[in-house]
């Protein structure tokens, strides 16, 4: 069965510093990987989505980027945290076209808790 | 663009109740998938139940069905005999296979309190 993994479970960190978020996945191979950000009391936005090493697409523009050095491997970075990057950050992935699975839905990770203090 | 609107933000219900959520959403498309998620305090996001666009049949798992209506492009989740472990925040969510992403787009949510 397949498992994703996100670690820190919770961070702290203060204005200006460095971020690195790491999701990863077990028991499939070439999965579409996806970042999203959860805002307080809000929905769920779409920061990244990867289908294969090194190519990544941005939704919205920020002060984050993401890398995919390996098939299961996605990493959320930021060089220089904002107060506004605070919030409930979800790892998430998807099989490849209908060849690999009947539907689209996506697996969420269990999240990271950043406060940027 | 694809649009999901979530009309209720709160909405409760006795235990052992029925209740029903409510979504719309808003496509070009004539093929696609829709999902209902669960977000309980602990926050994972948990797929309750799919529907894909081509089945005229609604989708049942278990206590959860999908009354899913494609003219007026309406998709609500019902949830029968509830129970407390169904509080929880409840998203629904759009997915159309553009672009080879297959990118989920989420309503804001409803949350569901379930009362003793």
């Known amino acids: 069965s397949q498992t994703i993994h996100q670690w820190p479970a919770t961070l702290v960190q203060p204005v200006g510093s460095p971020l690195s978020l790491e999701c990863t996945v077990e028991?499939?191979?070439?999965?579409?990987l996806y970042w999203y950000r959860q805002a307080a009391g809000r929905g769920l936005q779409l920061l990244f989505y990867s289908v294969g090493i090194g190519q990544i697409s941005s939704e919205v523009p920020q002060n984050l980027s993401a890398s995919r050095p390996q098939d299961r491997q996605f990493i959320l970075s930021s060089k220089k945290l904002l107060l506004s990057d605070s919030g409930f950050y979800l790892c998430?992935?998807?099989?490849?076209?209908?060849?690999?699975?009947?539907?689209?839905?996506?697996?969420f990770g269990p999240g990271t808790r950043l406060t940027v203090t | 663009a694809q649009t999901v609107t979530q009309s209720q933000p709160e909405m409760s219900v006795q235990e052992a109740e029925t209740v029903t959520l409510s979504c719309t959403y808003d496509?070009?498309?004539?093929?696609?998938?829709l999902f209902w998620y669960k977000q309980p305090p602990s926050r994972q996001m948990i797929l309750v139940i799919r529907?894909?666009?081509?089945?005229?049949q609604n989708a049942t798992e278990n206590r959860f069905s999908v009354n899913f209506q494609k003219a007026a492009k309406s998709f609500s989740l019902k949830i029968s005999d509830s129970q407390l472990g169904d509080a929880a925040m409840y998203f629904c969510a759009y997915a159309y296979s553009g672009a080879g992403s297959y990118q989920l787009t989420f309503g804001k949510g409803t949350k569901l309190s379930v009362i003793p």
């Open positions: 998430a992935w998807s099989r490849l076209p209908p060849i690999a699975g009947p539907s689209y839905e996506q697996y």
């Open positions: 028991g499939t191979s070439n999965p579409n």
């Open positions: 529907q894909e666009a081509y089945k005229q």
């Open positions: 496509t070009s498309e004539s093929d696609y998938y």
